[in-house]
């Protein structure tokens, strides 16, 4: 090869890397235009959140029967594995439950139960009626 083509090629090359790198590449701007409002609407989401902490939560129920101190001692138990969820211990006529957590998700109270079905096979998330 002789330096004239060996001048062209390289010439060549390095045409066709910058015309692909700066022909392809494009500049622009995105301007959103939306109602004014659905800004206030989601600040408005954002504070009902923050003040609304018990409503929509999700429980585990460990325990339910007529018996109160199975209540305490599937509390008691839960608490010696267990320590970083509350408990709660509840008597709705005519029976004893125990209940577990305050989860804002479902995603939640589900990592939860999977931990927790390992000591206690028949627990189950639910969301408490009101």
């Given at each position: 090869m002789n330096k004239l083509s060996l001048k062209i090629s390289t010439l060549g090359i390095l045409s066709f890397i910058l015309s692909t790198t700066y022909g392809f590449s494009q500049e622009g701007k995105v301007t959103v235009n939306q109602?004014?409002?659905?800004?206030?609407?989601?600040?408005?989401?954002?504070?009902?959140?923050?003040?609304?902490?018990?409503?929509?939560?999700?429980?585990?129920q460990i325990y339910n029967g007529n018996v109160r101190s199975g209540a305490y001692s599937a509390q008691k138990e839960f608490l010696e594995s267990f320590s970083e969820w509350p408990t709660k211990v509840l008597f709705e006529n005519p029976e004893?439950?125990?209940?577990v957590g305050a989860?804002?998700?479902?995603?939640e109270a589900?990592?939860?139960?999977?931990?927790?079905?390992?000591?206690?096979?028949?627990?189950?998330s639910l969301k408490p009626k009101k």
């Open positions: 109602d004014e409002k659905i800004v206030n609407l989601l600040n408005l989401k954002k504070e009902m959140n923050k003040s609304d902490t018990n409503s929509d939560l999700y429980i585990i004893f439950k125990t209940w989860f804002r998700t479902r995603l589900d990592r939860a139960l999977k931990r927790i079905k390992s000591k206690f096979p028949n627990a189950f």
